[in-house]
């Protein structure tokens, strides 16, 4: 009787045991999901963290000729006028080329092409080469001058000058690689090229004993460039670069260039100068430096181009495209009061001559200016405009991706050679071959 009593209470309490169970289930369940409703756990991600905007931003660039839109320029000095098929004279068989690559910085480029035309080289054998990757909106007039990549079409093609568009935007050694393209295909076997941040001249001074311009057996720039190229080509000399103030003007053997392989496209900007130029050298071409004139590497503008054609009217000042926050001494900033660097004068010299005198004191003290403590590249990011036009790329983004594209190409030619500095031959004892198959000389 009791164990049926007892078997009576055996069915209900398995019964509230699985309750029991079900409602803790049922509890944790709950706990669960309030666990994952958690508004903290909920909660969106931030939003992005903007960069401050720049404290500091430079006034809006100038034209420095902008008297080309309205009007044609000036007459170029007499004496620097190019004489026709000049080259024939110094028995070259065509009119060498001078490329000078363009990314950004409208108002350095516009100078380097005028001072050159006015310096004496024919307008017709320059070659502006536009490598800003927007395309067709420069040809099209859709960029604006505040643009970093503007060039003005009308403004070049209106000075005589040719120009020639990239596909795409290419790194420095790449851009080299493509002026032997260039060549190539135009059966060109030796060029020139220039930096766009020069200004050139000819020795209308007089130069260690030269005629001064004006007076039998003066040569401008150009003329004395075509004369080391006869005397270069009938030298029997294995030669790969004649350098005129380093590379700011350079004559190429195509030749050269081709047998070492030409520029290393994996170290796009500075230090592959050092790989080209230490290659060539291992492979027994030479790189000598000649006179032709003066050439000037300058981060600064002629606040008047029209100086260059010697044009009464125009101020003989300069300005900085890319100003310093805080305002520099009166001699930093321009070069009226002072006259330090200024080429001696001569007494008798004719009113022409005195007048390229006090041009190039103003010139010399812009190269003065690029030694300052800013840097050299200070032009580089001064034209901050541009949004909303085609192909617009942040300024802070092109100066920022430069830089470490600069900074990585530095590390793989390190990687390349196992040697920090240019010295490949002299400091590290290498030799072509040996790319790619040092260790590091310096661990």
């Known amino acids: 009787m009791v164990a049926i009593q007892g078997r009576r209470y055996i069915i209900p309490g398995l019964i509230l045991t699985a309750l029991a169970v079900v409602l803790l289930c049922f509890n944790k369940f709950k706990q669960y999901q309030q666990g994952k409703k958690d508004p903290a756990k909920e909660a969106k991600p931030p939003g992005p963290k903007y960069l401050p905007a720049p404290e500091y931003v430079p006034p809006p660039v100038v034209d420095p000729f902008i008297s080309l839109a309205t009007s044609p320029p000036p007459s170029i000095p007499r004496w620097n006028v190019p004489e026709k098929n000049l080259h024939k004279k ?11 690559g363009f990314t950004r910085g409208w108002p350095l480029l516009v100078q380097a092409v005028v001072s050159y035309i006015t310096a004496g080289w024919p307008a017709s054998q320059i070659y ?13 007039g859709r960029l604006s ?8 079409y009308k403004s070049l093609k209106s000075l005589g000058v040719n120009i020639i568009q990239t596909p795409v935007l290419l790194n420095f050694a790449q851009l080299q690689n493509y002026y032997m393209h260039l060549s190539q295909e135009r059966e060109w076997p030796y060029y020139f090229w220039s930096h766009m941040d020069v200004i050139v001249s000819s020795h209308e001074g007089g130069h260690n004993g030269l005629p001064k311009a004006g007076e039998h057996g003066y040569r401008t720039i150009y003329e004395s460039c075509l004369a080391e190229l006869n005397t270069t080509l009938h030298s029997g000399e294995r030669w790969g670069t004649r350098f005129f103030a380093y590379d700011h003007l350079t004559l190429v053997n195509r030749a050269a260039y081709e047998e070492v392989g030409g520029w290393d496209t994996y ?7 050092c790989d080209m130029h230490q290659r060539l050298l291992m492979h027994n071409w030479t790189l000598d430096a000649r006179d032709v004139g003066v050439i000037s590497d300058v981060n600064t503008v002629l606040k008047d181009l029209r100086a260059l054609y010697r044009e009464p009217a125009a101020e003989l000042d300069y300005r900085d495209p890319n100003p310093p926050e805080k305002t520099a001494p009166a001699a930093e ?6 006259r330090g660097g200024e080429p001696a004068r001569e007494g008798g010299d004719p009113e022409h001559v ?5 041009l190039q004191a103003v010139v ?10 800013r840097g050299r590249n200070t032009w580089q990011p001064s034209q901050r405009g541009g949004e909303g036009e085609p192909f617009y790329y942040s300024s802070r983004g092109v100066q920022r991706a430069f830089d470490m594209l600069t900074a990585v190409g530095g590390q793989i030619y ?3 050679w196992g040697h920090k500095d240019c010295a490949l031959i002299e400091g590290g004892k290498l030799k072509l071959e040996d790319q790619w198959r040092v260790a590091h000389d310096w661990d």
């Open 145 to 152: 001058l505040q643009n970093p990549f503007y060039l003005n």
């Open 354 to 358: 005195e007048y390229w005198r006090r």
């Open 414 to 416: 390190e990687e390349k």
């Open 128 to 140: 502006v080469i536009e490598n800003t990757g927007t395309q067709w909106a420069n040809p099209r």
């Open 267 to 273: 170290i796009p900007y500075y230090i592959t100068d």
């Open 90 to 100: 110094y028995q070259l068989p065509y009119a060498p080329p001078l490329f000078i």
């Open 333 to 338: 900033q321009d070069g009226k009061d002072s």
């Open 364 to 373: 010399d003290r812009m190269v003065e200016y690029k030694k300052g403590d």
